[in-house]
Protein backbone atom coordinates (compact mmCIF):
# COMPACT_ATOMS: atom_id res chain seq x y z
CA UNK A 1 0.00 0.00 0.00
CA UNK A 2 0.55 3.80 -0.31
CA UNK A 3 3.13 4.94 2.45
CA UNK A 4 4.17 8.47 3.77
CA UNK A 5 6.67 8.94 5.91
CA UNK A 6 7.79 11.83 8.47
CA UNK A 7 11.08 12.78 10.02
CA UNK A 8 12.09 13.61 12.62
CA UNK A 9 9.29 11.70 14.89
CA UNK A 10 9.84 14.18 17.43
CA UNK A 11 11.98 17.35 18.23
CA UNK A 12 13.00 19.42 20.88
CA UNK A 13 14.15 22.79 19.90
CA UNK A 14 14.77 26.58 21.54
CA UNK A 15 12.34 29.37 21.06
CA UNK A 16 13.26 31.62 18.68
CA UNK A 17 15.14 28.88 16.53
CA UNK A 18 14.15 26.91 13.30
CA UNK A 19 12.99 23.69 12.58
CA UNK A 20 12.38 21.78 9.47
CA UNK A 21 9.84 18.66 9.36
CA UNK A 22 9.90 16.53 6.25
CA UNK A 23 7.36 14.32 4.55
CA UNK A 24 8.12 11.91 2.00
CA UNK A 25 6.12 9.38 0.05
CA UNK A 26 7.93 6.32 -0.35
CA UNK A 27 5.99 4.28 -3.02
CA UNK A 28 4.39 6.65 -4.99
CA UNK A 29 4.74 10.05 -6.14
CA UNK A 30 2.75 12.59 -4.30
CA UNK A 31 2.08 16.10 -6.56
CA UNK A 32 -0.31 17.40 -3.58
CA UNK A 33 0.25 16.68 0.05
CA UNK A 34 -1.64 18.44 3.28
CA UNK A 35 0.00 19.21 6.37
CA UNK A 36 -2.27 19.48 9.44
CA UNK A 37 -1.42 20.28 13.29
CA UNK A 38 -3.22 18.40 16.01
CA UNK A 39 -3.12 20.18 19.25
CA UNK A 40 -3.45 17.05 22.21
CA UNK A 41 -6.65 15.74 23.00
CA UNK A 42 -7.91 17.83 19.99
CA UNK A 43 -8.79 17.28 16.47
CA UNK A 44 -6.57 17.31 13.15
CA UNK A 45 -6.78 21.09 11.70
CA UNK A 46 -5.59 21.67 8.16
CA UNK A 47 -2.56 24.34 7.75
CA UNK A 48 -1.99 24.07 4.22
CA UNK A 49 -1.71 21.98 0.87
CA UNK A 50 1.34 21.54 -0.69
CA UNK A 51 2.34 22.03 -4.31
CA UNK A 52 4.82 20.30 -6.15
CA UNK A 53 6.17 23.26 -8.02
CA UNK A 54 4.42 25.46 -7.17
CA UNK A 55 3.45 27.39 -4.09
CA UNK A 56 1.86 26.35 -1.22
CA UNK A 57 -2.05 27.39 -0.26
CA UNK A 58 -2.49 28.23 3.59
CA UNK A 59 -5.78 28.15 5.23
CA UNK A 60 -7.26 30.99 7.15
CA UNK A 61 -5.45 31.99 10.03
CA UNK A 62 -2.09 30.41 9.10
CA UNK A 63 0.92 32.37 8.96
CA UNK A 64 2.70 31.20 5.82
CA UNK A 65 5.78 33.63 6.48
CA UNK A 66 6.04 31.54 10.12
CA UNK A 67 5.30 27.99 8.31
CA UNK A 68 7.42 27.59 5.14
CA UNK A 69 6.55 24.98 2.85
CA UNK A 70 8.21 23.92 0.38
CA UNK A 71 7.87 21.00 -2.23
CA UNK A 72 10.49 20.77 -4.48
CA UNK A 73 10.32 17.03 -5.78
CA UNK A 74 7.30 14.82 -6.16
CA UNK A 75 8.12 12.62 -2.83
CA UNK A 76 9.07 15.22 -0.53
CA UNK A 77 7.54 18.22 1.18
CA UNK A 78 9.07 19.98 4.09
CA UNK A 79 7.42 22.20 6.42
CA UNK A 80 9.77 24.77 8.19
CA UNK A 81 8.53 26.45 11.59
CA UNK A 82 11.21 29.58 11.96
CA UNK A 83 11.94 31.43 15.09
CA UNK A 84 9.31 28.68 16.61
CA UNK A 85 8.33 29.83 20.12
CA UNK A 86 6.41 27.29 22.56
CA UNK A 87 2.71 27.67 21.58
CA UNK A 88 4.00 26.16 17.83
CA UNK A 89 4.84 23.08 20.22
CA UNK A 90 2.47 20.10 18.77
CA UNK A 91 2.15 17.46 16.68
CA UNK A 92 2.04 17.87 12.86
CA UNK A 93 1.04 15.31 10.73
CA UNK A 94 1.53 15.53 6.61
CA UNK A 95 -0.97 13.06 4.30
CA UNK A 96 -1.37 12.63 0.21
CA UNK A 97 -3.47 11.13 -2.01
CA UNK A 98 -1.74 8.35 -4.46
CA UNK A 99 -2.51 9.15 -7.94
CA UNK A 100 -2.61 5.75 -9.25
CA UNK A 101 -5.43 4.89 -6.84
CA UNK A 102 -9.16 5.46 -7.95
CA UNK A 103 -9.36 5.79 -4.24
CA UNK A 104 -10.17 8.92 -2.63
CA UNK A 105 -8.18 7.95 0.59
CA UNK A 106 -5.66 10.11 2.01
CA UNK A 107 -2.29 8.27 3.40
CA UNK A 108 -0.89 9.82 6.56
CA UNK A 109 2.68 9.46 7.93
CA UNK A 110 2.91 8.95 11.79
CA UNK A 111 3.00 12.43 12.60
CA UNK A 112 6.46 14.66 14.52
CA UNK A 113 6.01 15.92 17.74
CA UNK A 114 7.49 19.47 18.15
CA UNK A 115 8.04 20.70 21.72
CA UNK A 116 9.89 24.33 21.92
CA UNK A 117 11.14 25.09 25.31
CA UNK B 1 -17.38 27.53 6.35
CA UNK B 2 -17.43 23.99 6.92
CA UNK B 3 -17.89 22.26 9.56
CA UNK B 4 -17.19 18.68 11.10
CA UNK B 5 -19.18 18.00 14.88
CA UNK B 6 -18.62 14.66 16.67
CA UNK B 7 -20.68 15.42 19.96
CA UNK B 8 -19.13 12.22 21.62
CA UNK B 9 -15.74 12.89 22.95
CA UNK B 10 -15.41 9.40 24.22
CA UNK B 11 -18.11 6.04 24.05
CA UNK B 12 -17.87 3.07 25.70
CA UNK B 13 -19.71 -0.42 24.83
CA UNK B 14 -19.58 -4.02 25.85
CA UNK B 15 -18.14 -6.55 23.61
CA UNK B 16 -21.37 -7.73 21.55
CA UNK B 17 -23.45 -4.78 21.89
CA UNK B 18 -24.36 -2.44 18.82
CA UNK B 19 -22.31 0.55 18.54
CA UNK B 20 -23.21 4.47 16.64
CA UNK B 21 -20.56 6.72 16.09
CA UNK B 22 -22.82 10.34 15.58
CA UNK B 23 -20.98 12.69 12.81
CA UNK B 24 -22.92 15.74 12.21
CA UNK B 25 -21.56 18.68 9.14
CA UNK B 26 -22.44 21.67 7.46
CA UNK B 27 -21.38 22.64 3.99
CA UNK B 28 -22.50 24.48 1.41
CA UNK B 29 -21.26 22.39 -1.42
CA UNK B 30 -22.15 18.15 -2.14
CA UNK B 31 -20.34 16.58 0.75
CA UNK B 32 -17.87 14.05 0.45
CA UNK B 33 -17.62 12.04 3.81
CA UNK B 34 -15.07 9.64 5.34
CA UNK B 35 -14.67 7.89 8.51
CA UNK B 36 -10.75 7.63 9.39
CA UNK B 37 -9.73 5.55 12.39
CA UNK B 38 -6.43 5.74 14.69
CA UNK B 39 -5.17 2.50 16.60
CA UNK B 40 -3.67 2.37 19.64
CA UNK B 41 -0.03 4.07 18.29
CA UNK B 42 -0.59 4.10 15.45
CA UNK B 43 -1.18 6.33 12.57
CA UNK B 44 -4.37 7.76 10.77
CA UNK B 45 -6.11 5.74 8.03
CA UNK B 46 -9.34 4.95 6.55
CA UNK B 47 -12.04 2.93 7.77
CA UNK B 48 -14.90 4.19 4.44
CA UNK B 49 -16.18 6.90 2.95
CA UNK B 50 -19.50 7.66 1.88
CA UNK B 51 -19.36 7.16 -1.63
CA UNK B 52 -18.35 3.38 -2.06
CA UNK B 53 -21.36 2.41 0.54
CA UNK B 54 -19.13 -0.45 1.44
CA UNK B 55 -18.88 -2.37 4.99
CA UNK B 56 -15.23 -2.46 6.16
CA UNK B 57 -14.83 -4.50 9.69
CA UNK B 58 -18.36 -4.12 10.10
CA UNK B 59 -18.55 -1.00 10.35
CA UNK B 60 -21.25 1.16 7.90
CA UNK B 61 -22.46 4.52 7.20
CA UNK B 62 -25.19 6.35 5.69
CA UNK B 63 -25.20 10.04 4.33
CA UNK B 64 -28.52 11.66 5.26
CA UNK B 65 -28.28 14.93 3.31
CA UNK B 66 -31.79 15.68 5.08
CA UNK B 67 -29.98 15.61 8.46
CA UNK B 68 -26.82 16.43 7.52
CA UNK B 69 -25.33 13.35 9.23
CA UNK B 70 -22.89 10.45 8.40
CA UNK B 71 -23.24 8.45 11.49
CA UNK B 72 -20.62 5.40 11.82
CA UNK B 73 -22.49 2.01 13.22
CA UNK B 74 -21.52 -1.53 14.02
CA UNK B 75 -24.30 -4.17 14.97
CA UNK B 76 -22.07 -6.13 17.14
CA UNK B 77 -19.01 -4.15 18.55
CA UNK B 78 -15.52 -6.21 19.27
CA UNK B 79 -12.79 -5.51 21.50
CA UNK B 80 -10.46 -4.79 18.42
CA UNK B 81 -12.72 -1.90 17.39
CA UNK B 82 -11.26 0.38 20.30
CA UNK B 83 -9.97 3.32 18.38
CA UNK B 84 -10.27 6.52 17.80
CA UNK B 85 -13.05 7.46 14.86
CA UNK B 86 -12.71 10.91 12.97
CA UNK B 87 -15.57 12.12 10.83
CA UNK B 88 -14.10 14.16 7.81
CA UNK B 89 -15.46 15.96 5.21
CA UNK B 90 -13.18 16.46 2.14
CA UNK B 91 -14.00 19.91 0.08
CA UNK B 92 -12.27 21.26 -2.90
CA UNK B 93 -8.80 20.85 -3.58
CA UNK B 94 -8.89 16.96 -1.46
CA UNK B 95 -9.29 19.53 1.50
CA UNK B 96 -10.36 17.48 4.80
CA UNK B 97 -12.46 19.23 7.57
CA UNK B 98 -12.01 16.86 10.62
CA UNK B 99 -14.34 16.31 13.44
CA UNK B 100 -13.07 15.86 16.99
CA UNK B 101 -12.84 12.68 17.51
CA UNK B 102 -14.40 9.78 19.20
CA UNK B 103 -12.42 7.59 21.24
CA UNK B 104 -14.31 4.32 21.10
CA UNK B 105 -13.60 1.66 24.13
CA UNK B 106 -15.23 -1.75 23.96
CA UNK B 107 -14.52 -3.57 27.02
CA UNK B 108 -14.82 -7.35 27.79
Known amino acids: GAVVSQHPSRVICKSGTSVKIECRSL??????MFWYRQFPKQSLMLMAT?????????EQGVEKDKFLINHASLTLSTLTVTSAHPEDSSFYIC?????????????FGPGTRLTVT | AQRVTQPEKLLSVFKGAPVELKCNYS??????LFWYVQYSRQRLQLLLR??SRESIKGFTADLNKGETSFHLKKPFAQEEDSAKYYC??????????FGEGTQLTVNP
Open chain 2, 88 to 97: ALETSGSRLT
Open chain 1, 95 to 107: SARDPRRQSYEQY
Open chain 2, 27 to 32: YSGSPE
Open chain 1, 27 to 32: DFQATT
Open chain 1, 50 to 58: SNEGSKATY
Open chain 2, 50 to 51: HI
